[in-house]
């Protein structure tokens, strides 16, 4: 349906267009943040998120296209990219984070990843119930489905911050790594729901 068809349905896709619009570019600009503050402070947990600020941006370019009426194959196709991409993402994490706790090896301190993170719980958690909303106005099981990942995105966003925090706070430089740990579980999660769960 395009969005002139119905003037509801087309304020509601206009909508949810501006919802993945701007968690693209926030994950774009997320992008330069997390690469920035993971180099400086060294930190497993920072690269990580970054890493799935980029594979939100193809998430986000998989619903732009749905709710653009691009047809399905071209959905599957792009969701069996990002599923690939969260598998690699897994891989990596897993490997990092067990090297960094065998080691031992102390993150630094990030200021500008706890300022960000922090920030971008809230804007996570803000766009997801947009999304949720919206979703569900328009029976559109792909915007409502992405609108979790987002709300997920938040609860990372949370234990990579939890992560930060504890490490300038109380000196447990464990907490990155394990940070990294919470983001792999998501990944593999992400990975079977794309792969074996009927996506």
Avoid: C
């Avoid at 790594?177 to 998501?186: D, H, N, R, S």
Wanted: aromatic share 8%.
């Amino acid at each position: 349906m395009t969005l002139t068809e119905d003037p509801v349905r087309g304020a509601l896709l206009r909508r949810g267009l501006a919802l993945e619009y701007s968690t693209l570019a926030w994950n774009v600009i997320g992008i330069v943040v997390l690469a920035i503050a993971a180099v400086s402070a060294r930190s497993v947990a920072l690269a990580g998120f970054g890493l799935d600020s980029l594979i939100e941006i193809g998430a986000s370019t998989v619903v732009i296209w749905e709710l653009s009426g691009t047809g399905e194959e071209r959905q599957r196709r792009g969701l069996r990219l990002i599923g690939a991409a969260f598998a690699a993402l897994a891989v990596y994490l897993l490997a990092q984070s067990t090297v960094v706790l065998i080691t031992g090896y102390h993150p630094h301190h990030s200021v500008p990843g706890i300022a960000w993170t922090a920030i971008t719980a809230v804007a996570m958690f803000t766009l997801a119930a947009g999304k949720a909303r919206t979703g569900r106005a328009l029976d559109n099981p792909v915007l409502r489905t992405e609108g979790r990942v987002t709300m997920v995105d938040g609860i990372l966003a949370t234990a990579v911050l939890a992560g930060l925090v504890l490490n300038a706070a109380l000196g447990w430089w464990w907490a990155d790594p394990a940070a990294g740990y919470v983001l792999v579980f998501y990944a593999v999660r992400e990975v079977r729901e794309i792969f074996f769960a009927g996506h």
